[in-house]
Each structure stands twice: as structure tokens, then as C-alpha cells.
């Protein structure tokens, strides 16, 4: 059984070699005894090596180059971890920008639709009746306050011509007639114009000799019949050498089928 001292010193008996004589030969012998017969001592035995581990990634105590180590490589992944959620948060940013609109945006529609939905409701047969018939008459009482002519009114000085446009209201279109009384063509286009000024007695039409309007010589000659067209003050149409289009023989038709070629009447 093992002492105190074999505690101490290991446990190793065979190689304690004690103080007392006593003790002392025992050993003694018992260590001649075996050279004696040949063998050799036992060898003593020595403790085994602890296994060596691999390194896991971690490790509890480092030094100080191994803390840098990992305090770079953490910094590192939670610098990559940042800049993916930083592109998931772009990415759902732009889903939700593309896909929800604001709440003004919502109310403006839905005030629209609801304007859309009432106009509907107006507008059936009985309301576009009444429309109708309210336009008709706003049209009618226009029509009855526009003055009215119904015949050629004949100009006999430079005055009367000037009052005929300039006095005028803005919106009627007058037709002055240059004629000379030797020209065939310009008692033909007196004929026409009596017939049209009955036909559109909104329209006023004039008649000018040209020597009365102070025109040359050689216009009373060769440029009658013309008509001059006003509206506004101003001056809007001029055609002159009627006979040279229409020749001396010609009809109310055509110079009303002339006329409105040029946008000078409306058409009926």
C-alpha cells in the first residue's frame, strides 16, 4: 500500500531508494539479485503526451496579432452583412415606391371618380332634351338681336362708304359693290346681289359707283365689277375683274357658289 511519500514522489518504488540500512539492503539485493540473472531493470515509464488538437476558428486565450486577426475578420462580415441588408432595403424600397401610391393621389382619383359617377347619372335623354332646347333658344335670341338687312343698300358719297364698314357691328360681313354704270356685267352682279341679300339677311351688302369712291381711270374701265368684303373695319376679301371669272352673263348662284368658295358667306 502506497505511503504519504509515495504520493510525493510519484509512486515510483522501484527507484526510491531510502536512508536505512535496513531498507537499503533489502533493495540492494533485490536489485543484484536481478542483474544477477540477467534481466535488466524495467524500464521506467513516462507519462504520454497530450494529444494535439486542431484549431476550431476560435481559441480562449490568443495573442495579441491573433486578436487583430479577429477583430479584422469581424468587421469584415459585418461590413458585408450591412451593405446586403443596405441592397434588400434599396430593393424593397423601390418595390414599395412603384406599388403604393400617396394618399393625395388616392383622394384626387377617388374625388374624380366620384365626379365621373355623378356626371353619368346627369346625363340621360331628359337632361340632353333640356340642354338642347336651352341652347336652341340662347341661339334664337342671338339670332333675333343680330341686325338684320334684307336688300342692297346704295352708297352715294365717300362718307356713307367709310360709316357702312367702320359703324358696322364687329360681327356682320359687309359686301360693297364697285360697279360703272357702262359696264353690262355690273348690272348683272346687281341682279345677283338682290337675290342673295335676301337670302342672307345677315349679311350686308352696298353698292359704290367707282367715281364716287374717287377710283382711277383706268380701274372704272377694266377692274368693275369688284367686291370688297369687310368685317371687323377690316378688309378680308378683294376681287376685282369679276367679268374676267364669271363673264358678262352669269346667275345669283354663281356668285353665291364664288362666294363661299372664299369663306366670304356661310354656307347653308
Not at 156 to 178: G, M, P, R, S, Y
Not at 238 to 250: P, R, S, Y
Request: charged letters at 30%; hydrophobic letters at 35%; a negative charge.
Amino acid at each position: 500500500m502506497a505511503t504519504l511519500d509515495d504520493k510525493i514522489l510519484g509512486e515510483k518504488l522501484h527507484n526510491y531508494c531510502s536512508s536505512s540500512e535496513d531498507e537499503g539492503g533489502s533493495d540492494y539485493e533485490d536489485s543484484r539479485s536481478g542483474d544477477e540473472e540477467g534481466n535488466s531493470p524495467a524500464p521506467q515509464q513516462s507519462a504520454e503526451p497530450a494529444p494535439v488538437n486542431s484549431w476550431n476558428g476560435t481559441a480562449s486565450n490568443t495573442g495579441p496579432k491573433g486578436v487583430l486577426e479577429d477583430w479584422r475578420r469581424f468587421k469584415q462580415l459585418e461590413a458585408e452583412n450591412r451593405a446586403e441588408l443596405e441592397k434588400e432595403r434599396i430593393a424593397l424600397a423601390k418595390k414599395l415606391t412603384l406599388s403604393v401610391k400617396p394618399e393625395r393621389e388616392e383622394a384626387e382619383e377617388k374625388k374624380i371618380e366620384e365626379l365621373e359617377d355623378e356626371l353619368n347619372e346627369l346625363i340621360d335623354e331628359e337632361f340632353l332634351l333640356k340642354y338642347q332646347q336651352q341652347r336652341m333658344q340662347e341661339l334664337m335670341n342671338q339670332l333675333h338681336k343680330a341686325p338684320k338687312f334684307g336688300k342692297v343698300v346704295t352708297l352715294n358719297t365717300q362718307d356713307e362708304f367709310l360709316n357702312a364698314i367702320d359703324k358696322e357691328d364687329q360681327k356682320v360681313t359687309v359686301i360693297i359693290h364697285l360697279y360703272s354704270s357702262n359696264s353690262i356685267a355690273c348690272e348683272t352682279m346687281d341682279g345677283c346681289l338682290n337675290v342673295l341679300a335676301t337670302e342672307y339677311p345677315m349679311t350686308k351688302f352696298c353698292r359704290i359707283a367707282v367715281d364716287v369712291a374717287g377710283l382711277s381711270r383706268h380701274f372704272r374701265i377694266d377692274g368693275v365689277p369688284a367686291l370688297l368684303v369687310y368685317k371687323g373695319g377690316q378688309i378680308i376679301g378683294n376681287f376685282v375683274q369679276l367679268a374676267t371669272e364669271l363673264g358678262n352673263d352669269f346667275f345669283a348662284t354663281d356668285v353665291e357658289r364664288f362666294l363661299i368658295e372664299y369663306g366670304m358667306l356661310p354656307e347653308k
